[in-house]
């Protein structure tokens, strides 16, 4: 029998059946409720309050107070739906994406120096091309077929070029018509050959002349959000840009809670269609800002993670999860976008760079080919910061690479009032030295609800500069301030009281919040740590660093340093990327002979595991400090604590 | 409103909308109604008496006598239902096909040359192939993903091995489970590449060894008849053999009539369903005799004319029927035959033979193919005879070649009596010299229903023979006997008298009918002229004379040569190559070298067109005389003639 349930504050209704889970009605009806482990009752972010009617759900007993259980409060992925309901959530995101569009702030030490000084100017040559060809009319005497009548055209006399191969029989079929309505007058869009010495191929004619309408789309398509850049191929210009939440991301917050979701009876075909909903999204939205149609896009060139990248061409990512830890493939084959459901003319390919590993996407193979780093003889440390870090170190000789699992704690997971980077999340933080009173900074300026990554470094590494914290990440007990006390959790520093919250109760930071925070990064520091030794190198070896990645945008270099996430070198040597992966894409569409070098990138990048690594292991205790164990690899901030 | 139409004699029902077309309503109930010309109403073929009910239907006065029309006799084409119907059609075509089945004569002058003598024998070496491969398994320090280590595998350490490429995303979301579940030991089969260095390209994986299972199917897409071979490929032998009528033929019998039914509304989409059908019918048909499933044929090498290839393609073939005749292409892509709704495996290819022009076929670049044509330095005239007589000259360095339109009266057409090939029809025909009483043989041995194209010219050539029948085809007036009279189209020869026939009317040939023979074999003799002189060659240049087709079977070579339909040289000369557009087929799945030069052919073909040609129709006036008005090119004829 069917139930109607409404989640509030949004009123947003469904009719689904009875028995049906509550998470995945929600997921159906739009609503987002966190869900890191993909409903696998593990993580305990998906509680909601049953207002009215009744579900049928067990006390999941490590996650739930009787308190809450009393209120009704209940994880949503444990709970079956029995009569109609409303159902509060505890946090609404809008549709509109807002949060996402928040302005990186200008860090203070991030070298200002601009992308082109990082990656030089390149040439406007894009994978597609268009050609205007006068092709003659046929005649009893030359009554050549529309086809190799076109070819012949195309090949203008020239014996030495290779005769473009050409597309499906979809193309075949609309030809004959085009050329006569369009009085032998057509503009054909033609592939480039992969190889140099590969025919191009003819991918679509159209009527007269078009060659002034050549566009691309670059996308990267993250586990959190999808960012996708509208070019105009003639020019190199970005005309139209746009970023949305990942549809998928109802299913669990990251790659891990994916791959499990995918397990499920029809999760697969659910993640994928998830993901080509956003695409179509940001195809829609970047064409209604040019005025153009989706059609008019001629090349698609993505990067993502690898499990991101099996779900969008809908194959199994399940052995990723266990150990060996093996991808079904790295190298994605070029796939006509309409076939997989992107809003897109049926001979549009879609590129998605190569994999390294489970772990070491085509995300980051684009990030590394953005600033051309296999060009460079610059010995460079690469670094993605997420909760999954991945490292790469190298120049134009070689490259080694990895990731490292640091937990979702700078993506807000893991603490106590952790949350993405969205609105009302405390994104930066200072500490009156003598009175303990904060100074917190949320994104969009409303009440904070929460803390988010930066956030997090920013809190840390104050209270650790302060002195309240100490380099084992406790609280130091003999300060006598309501703001520090005896929590739930254990000891906490109250950064909002319920007050000033938007969520009707204190906010927090505990040492439990402390300790996967000094995980986090601990785990970064140590990869790059094992990865410098196993091609014997140190720090000191390191011309720069780039880092790349939405968070990045948002680190203070020197509170990052400070915290020991990232190492303490000179900082003229830090460098900025941005969304490396769609840079890559960018500069992909914008030159085919950079494209093609795309394969020397992923020759040159070995993999390394860390996840049974002892080397790593034993870098990893000795990080689990603030900064590190070793203060002598943070000699700026051993002296800036002394000078205290 | 609906309405019940039953069509008799066998009671075949359907239902329909009032105002359906009556012939498109028997074509959907699987009834055969002749209809040349795909219900154009020109032919006036589609005659069928009303039995019961109503139809609305202006008498077409060019083809219905009163009396007819008065009996409730009807051109189906021309009547829509307006009630309930039993209506009675003038033939019946069983389903089974049986007719295909007879068993070709032994014709006196062909020589008895095997096939072998004329091809060679060939290797066994297919576009397919099976590779067995252990794949290492993954490991923490091995874990490569499992595409690129089962590459790995199939180059097994060979760094000269061109690596290969591998299929679309369909392959890759089976191939981690294959691998798992069939422990790491699988079959890969791989499509080579076209050119030489071009790579081999995985297509599908099956779990453990499976290399004795190769099959592939070779298939001659005729206008009338659909043909299928199931090919073992590791040995070369033929497994088993269907043949079926082109379901396309209740929409027209001639590539024309095919034509015009594809420009209705749905008439594309509808005849590349039915030779689709056609085709997994003849692939159950193959692959029940041999139990296997069709998933387990690897290829699929089909040949057709342009317009049978259009219309498997679903490509619209409108342009080959108006002048200057171009097809929409002539080299077909290499299709996934499941996408075209085959019944294959997904990645199962399907070939299609290039044409040369719209009206020289692949089916005719297949027979060239076949026997190799193009790598003998003997002088060839290859003819396919049929509603169009494809022609080609020429030898290893050149071939030039032409289609003539004969007209339909090889098949029955434009024959009062005429009939295809199918039981009741007149094969085989001798006159008593004297009494001018037949002796007539049927297939299938049972009372005449009409005359087919072979039984056509030996009625022609034996009353030409015998002298009651002049140069210019008409009949001796002085003839005092019943069986020659004026009848309704002019003087006639009563070959059957209704109490004899099946059909419960006198069976007559007339003059209009022998005035269209002659059309179609002086076209046929011109078109040998046309193109011979077009080379600087005469028929003594020829070396031999290959005949292709199914038609060819049936001929008898004297009398053909005796109207003048062939030339008259040595009969030694004459070779009969069978469906060699099938055989080209054959050959090509059989060996992937023969395969790749099939290029060769098509480059070396050079199309002429005879439609507008002023030499053509100088010779074809000349050749409207039995056998020629020129009778020093039928020496053989000429003595036959006054040795009487």
Redesign the interface.
Known sequence: MSKKITFLPDKNTITVDEGDNLLAAAAQAGVYIHAFCGGDGVCGKCKVRIKEGEVKADRAAQHLKSEEYDQGVRLACQATVVSDLVVEIPESVGKDGKALKRKPKTTRAISARSLEALIGKWDVDPPVEKRFVKVDP????????????LLRAIKGGCFDCLEPT????EM??E???IL?EANWEVTVLMLRGKRSREPDRIIAVEPGDTTDRLYGLAVDIGTTTVGGLLMDLNTGKVLAESTSYNGQIRYGEDVISRIIYSQRSGGLKTLQDKVVHTLNDIIQSVCKKVVISPSDISYIMAAGNTVMSHLL????P??IRE?????????F?L?RAAGLGVMAHPSVRLFLYP?I??YVGGDIVSGVHAFQMHKSPKITLFIDIGTNGEIVVGNEDWMMCTACSAGPAFEGGGVKYGMRASSGAIENFHMHPVTYDPMIVTIDRTKPRGICGSGLISIVSELFETGVVDRQGKFKRDLNHPRFREGHDGYEYVLAWSKDSLIGEDIVITEVDLDNLIRAKGAMYAGYQTLLEAVGMTFDDLDRIVLAGNFGAYIDLERAITIGLLPDLDRDKFFYLGNGSLLGCQISLDDHKRFRDRGDVSRLMTNM?L??NPEFMNHYMAALFLPHTDMTLFPSVRDKLAGM
Chains 1, 2 share one sequence.
């Open positions: 046929p005649t009893v005497e030359d009554n050549v077929p529309d086809l190799q009548r050409y597309d499906h029989p075949l079929k030809l004959p018509f006569r061409l809908g194959i199994d399940k052995f150990s060996p830890y093996v991808p079904a493939c790295s190298q084959p796939t994999s590993a489970s595991e996840s049974e």
